[in-house]
T-cell receptor, first 117, second 114 residues
Framework: SAVISQKPSRDICQRGTSLTIQCQVDSQVTMMFWYRQQPGQSLTLIATANQGSEATYESGFVIDKFPISRPNLTFSTLTVSNMSPEDSSIYLC??????????????FGQGTRLTVV | GENVEQHPSTLSVQEGDSAVIKCTYS??????FPWYKQELGKGPQLIIDIRSNVGEKKDQRIAVTLNKTAKHFSLHITETQPEDSAVYFC?????????????FGTGTQLKVEL
């Protein structure tokens, strides 16, 4: 499995500010995803990070609020913009599929615990 | 879209007993069903998965069963140990060339008591 590093691991932010979360993988991966896990809740897919093009967002999530970049096969960022206390969650990076493979398992980073005050 | 329901939300067992967690899914096109274990402060860890072309898969003390007709799948943990205490999530997806977008269940808090 890939080693997935997320930064920061946690942060406390003021409302109205933005935070960029980084996801670095130790090997090239085809697919990268961003999930949100609200306190005590399950995981919800935010978007698919597409290399070299705009991310594909799930219903209820928009680019202006959660801009995503993916400049190469090993790195992606998620920005949480104009934060409010409702954005307090764990944000998780997930990677799937390696070059040369069609289907494989989804692995997760350790998450970024965000608290908005 | 896919909807995954998971039961129970909490489960307490005595060490050495078995634990069973059940999930149902709504989309008959789903063909991949992983289970994740999440310990406090950590990301989800894949523990076992099953694809729709098999009915059962086992890995040491952990097994998963799948009933495609009824659209439900279950996680079975035998000889539970305190280190099995965690939150367990089931998930479902349709594996395609576009990747693996998971729809998660609501989670089960498993507590193994000494």
């Amino acid at each position: 499995s890939a080693v997935i590093s997320q930064k920061p691991s946690r942060d406390i932010c003021q409302r109205g500010t933005s935070l960029t979360i980084q996801c670095q993988v130790d090997s090239q991966v085809t697919m990268m995803f961003w999930y949100r896990q609200q306190p005590g809740q399950s995981l919800t897919l935010i978007a698919t990070a597409n290399q070299g093009s705009e991310a594909t967002y799930e219903s209820g999530f928009v680019i202006d609020k959660f801009p995503i970049s993916r400049p190469n096969l090993t790195f992606s960022t998620l920005t949480v913009s104009n934060m409010s206390p409702e954005d307090s969650s764990i944000y998780l990076c997930s990677v799937v599929a390696y070059p040369g493979q069609v289907h494989t398992e989804a692995f997760f980073g350790q998450g970024t615990r965000l608290t908005v005050v | 879209g896919e909807n995954v329901e998971q039961h129970p939300s909490t489960l307490s067992v005595q060490e050495g007993d078995s634990a069973v967690i059940k999930c149902t899914y709504s989309d008959s096109a789903s063909n991949y069903f992983p289970w994740y274990k999440q310990e406090l402060g950590k990301g989800p860890q894949l523990i076992i998965d099953i694809r729709s072309n098999v009915g059962e898969k086992k890995d040491q003390r952990i097994a998963v069963t799948l009933n495609k007709t009824a659209k439900h799948f279950s996680l079975h943990i035998t000889e539970t140990q305190p280190e099995d205490s965690a939150v367990y999530f089931c998930a479902a997806s349709i594996l395609t060339g576009g990747g693996n977008k998971l729809t998660f269940g609501t989670g089960t808090q498993l507590k193994v008591e000494l």
